[in-house]
């Protein structure tokens, strides 16, 4: 009754399911059911010990749109520890998510979520850790869907980028997959959160914010939110939603590959159509050259490439063009075969980033998976 009764869970049930009314419906009873199993708004810290206690996950400050941020640092993440298994960790997720959603301000529907993954091991990649993570990517798509705006993952080494692309990415839908931005730069995260919001570290990674580190929640989810809105001065001091929600949504995918020294960097990327995907190289004053070769699905995707520089007023383009493909006369869009080029690097470029643009403006896959090959050359 009380999902009938709320036009906005109906529309994120229709919006998760592409207005298929079936399956919305679906997944609406789906939801319900889930939610009277496991009573995630009366979850008490009893039931989940350990994986409380660790810190792994916290409830931090507001973006600028308004969505409630909830900070995941693995480096405190220790599944294997869980007393009641991955029940506790089920709980752990209901828990986080009901309290962030608790404090969203009128207008607010998502969430925004910081990933710090500088601590990443190979043992967070262990049977039973992976079981986590796949409930908590099923708990997220199916039982709170639409809910998450924006997922930033700092500090990614090759490690997690691997684990990501083969692992976590089959278990997501593509709608899912567009909220995962790869942060390269602080700067990406001050864009859409102020300084204010933002701890100095979250974990191993700087993030250098202005709000002192946000405590380890320890308390029932109803206490939790108590304690916050006491702090805030009221439930009217909820920040409200904001047009920057469109801006974070519309952020464009991010690799970043280091410049400083030579090598061989392979891997994938998502284009998602409509939205920008950058493959970023960090120029360094040693970086000679730089070299790609992109293959896949290229119908209908547009390549380019850009030097940036970053300044006071925003970046400034030193160098751009288009990258020659295998099989076809024009470079862009491409048709078939492969995207090919290399860039001399000038040593005044040093602090500046090498940028290879893709973009699918039209296609029957709303995504589509390209595999790059980058090399490096350093003096």
């Not at 869009?333 to 973009?359: H, T």
Request: charged residues 20%; proline residues 5%.
């Amino acid at each position: 009754e009380l999902l009938a009764d709320s036009r906005c869970a109906l529309l994120r049930f229709l919006r998760a399911r592409d207005f298929d009314v079936i399956k919305a419906r679906d997944l609406a009873i789906t939801c319900c059911c889930w939610r009277a199993s496991v009573r995630p708004w009366s979850i008490e810290p009893m039931l989940i010990p350990e994986a409380l206690a660790s810190g792994a996950w916290r409830f931090g400050g507001h973006t600028k749109a308004g969505m409630p941020i909830l900070q995941f640092d693995c480096a405190a993440w220790a599944p294997w520890q869980y007393r009641f298994g991955l029940d506790e960790f089920v709980r752990y997720v209901a828990y986080l998510m009901e309290g962030a959603v608790a404090r969203m301000g009128p207008g607010v529907e998502q969430v925004c979520m910081i990933w710090s993954l500088q601590g990443w091991t190979q043992q967070l990649m262990a049977p039973f850790a992976v079981r986590c993570m796949s409930q908590l990517l099923h708990i997220l798509q199916t039982m709170y869907p639409e809910r998450i705006g924006v997922t930033f993952l700092c500090g990614v080494n090759s490690l997690f980028q691997g684990y990501f692309f083969r692992i976590l990415r089959p278990w997501m839908s593509h709608r899912f997959l567009t909220t995962f931005q790869f942060v390269s730069d602080v700067r990406q995260l001050t864009e859409h959160i102020d300084r204010s919001q933002l701890p100095p570290n979250i974990g191993l990674t700087q993030l250098g914010g202005a709000h002192e580190e946000f405590p380890v929640p320890l308390r029932s989810v109803e206490d939790e939110l108590d304690a916050f809105i006491a702090e805030l001065g009221g439930p009217a001091n909820l920040p409200v939603a904001s047009e920057a929600a469109a801006a974070v949504a519309a952020a464009a995918q991010h690799t970043c590959i280091s410049g400083a020294a030579s090598g061989t960097h392979v891997g994938e990327v998502d284009v998602l159509q409509g939205k920008p995907c950058y493959i970023e190289v960090a120029l360094e004053s040693s970086t000679a050259a730089v070299d790609w070769h992109i293959s896949g699905p290229l119908s209908g995707v547009a390549f380019g490439y850009r030097v940036c520089q970053a300044g006071i007023f925003g970046e400034r383009v030193l160098e751009e063009g288009h990258g020659a493909s295998a099989d076809v006369a024009a470079p862009t869009p491409s048709r078939a075969g492969a995207i090919d080029g290399s860039l001399a690097i000038q040593e005044a470029w040093a602090g500046c980033k090498l940028r290879l643009m893709l973009y699918s403006s039209y296609s029957r896959e709303d995504c589509r998976t390209l595999e790059y090959c980058v090399g490096v050359e350093a003096r």
